[in-house]
């Protein structure tokens, strides 16, 4: 099979995917001429097994990136055998510190069947949920072990350099706060209040409690060790006891 035929059937079998996952997938399909974009991307495949392997004997050469709006990324790739199909695999976000990967398992990649639409099925119901799991284990250790969000509960905690981050659970609760200046990470999914300017960062915080309230979502504002929280800061928040977590170096 001709270079071209083969990167056309690549593409064309992630197109077909995207739209059998559950929630919105897009597809985009890495050429071989895209060298760092695919180099990039081949640091970043989550897996220590079936991929990897793969991976170490057939340099990645092109590839289709499945992506989610939150940030979420999977990683459709040729597959090396006598057998017909894809192999598949989760890819770790850019925007994450490698200690938050301390004992989360890689979500290790699959192999897929040259049918998309039953692959669609067997990625739903086992890399995909191991991938999700792993996703939301490691963006709560970026935030440092904090408690995260409830649907009832919006947790704030101050971090080292000043600013505050939240993860909250739904979109309204998101809404509120992008629009008194938290900025969302698309990758992580962290929300973050600078601390450029204090005063502006207090206003902030009193003014989202009670729009949070009406939607039936309380606040609470959590303070890492070693940091107090400035005089201006909302009362109403009292501080909630953080989680613990063991730093470490992150292995994919």
Same mark, same amino acid.
């Given at each position: ?5 083969? /990167? ?238 063991? /730093? ?5």
């Amino acid at each position: 099979m001709h270079d071209h035929d083969t /990167s056309e059937r690549l593409a064309s079998y992630a197109d077909v995917l995207a739209g059998e996952l559950p929630d919105t997938w897009t597809s985009s399909h890495l050429q071989p001429d895209a060298k760092d974009d695919l180099a990039e991307l081949a640091d970043r495949i989550w897996d220590l097994d079936l991929v990897a392997a793969s991976l170490a004997e057939h340099p990645l050469k092109q590839a289709a990136v499945l992506s989610r709006p939150d940030g979420a990324q999977l990683v459709v790739l040729d597959r090396h055998d006598e057998r017909d199909g894809f192999l598949i695999a989760a890819v770790a976000p850019r925007a994450l510190p490698d200690e938050a990967y301390r004992a989360v398992p890689e979500p290790n990649g699959i192999a897929l069947a040259d049918d998309p639409f039953l692959s669609a099925e067997q990625i739903a119901g086992d890399l995909l949920a191991r991938y999700d799991s792993a996703l939301a284990q490691v963006r709560h250790n970026a935030l440092g072990g904090i408690q995260p969000s409830q649907p009832d509960r919006v947790v704030l905690t101050w971090q080292p350099d000043g600013s505050v981050t939240t993860t909250p659970v739904d979109d309204p609760a998101g809404a509120i706060l992008v629009a008194h200046g938290f900025v969302q990470d698309p990758q992580s999914g962290i929300y973050r209040l600078t601390g450029d300017d204090t005063q502006a960062q207090a206003r902030a915080l009193r003014e989202i409690g009670p729009q949070l309230d009406m939607l039936g979502i309380g606040t609470a504002l959590q303070h890492p060790a070693g940091r107090t929280a400035p005089t201006s800061a909302p009362a109403s928040m009292p501080p909630v006891p953080a989680g613990t977590r063991t /730093s470490a170096t992150r292995t994919r």
